[in-house]
Nanobody, 123 residues
Framework: VQLQASGGGLVQAGGSLRLSCAAS????????MGWFRQAPGKEREFVAV????????YYADSVKGRFTISRDNAKNTVYLQMGSLKPEDTAVYYCAAAYSDQGSYYEGGYDYWGQGTQVTVSS
């Protein structure tokens, strides 16, 4: 599986962005999909995960209520809708695929990673 993240950019605090992650291959629906992020000088951290069917989603406390993860298996794409953005959301955002139904909060639970897309939130 190859993953290509896009949709990052510069946005003012309080604004919104939608990230997309397009996957290659015909088995996309067999993978749970996650989003992680890495801010400058910090370790990569979990943001959100969606099950292979889209029926279950989980979020980091820091984004709960502001971000929404979704997927379209017909388009082999997972999305991260980000709202009420804060300067502390500034990071490189990565999508990842886990060959499991529910996915994981941990990086080690993922089999494939995208290249990352930069999100910068100005105050």
């Amino acid at each position: 599986v190859q993953l290509q993240a896009s949709g990052g950019g510069l946005v003012q605090a309080g604004g919104s962005l939608r990230l997309s992650c397009a996957a290659s291959g015909r088995t996309f629906s067999s993978y749970a999909m996650g989003w992680f992020r890495q801010a400058p000088g910090k370790e990569r951290e979990f943001v959100a995960v969606i099950s292979w069917s889209g029926g279950s989603t989980y979020y980091a406390d820091s984004v709960k209520g502001r971000f929404t993860i979704s997927r379209d298996n017909a388009k082999n794409t997972v999305y991260l809708q980000m709202g009420s953005l804060k300067p502390e959301d500034t990071a490189v955002y990565y999508c990842a695929a886990a060959y499991s139904d529910q996915g994981s909060y941990y990086e080690g639970g993922y089999d494939y990673w995208g290249q990352g897309t930069q999100v910068t939130v100005s105050s």
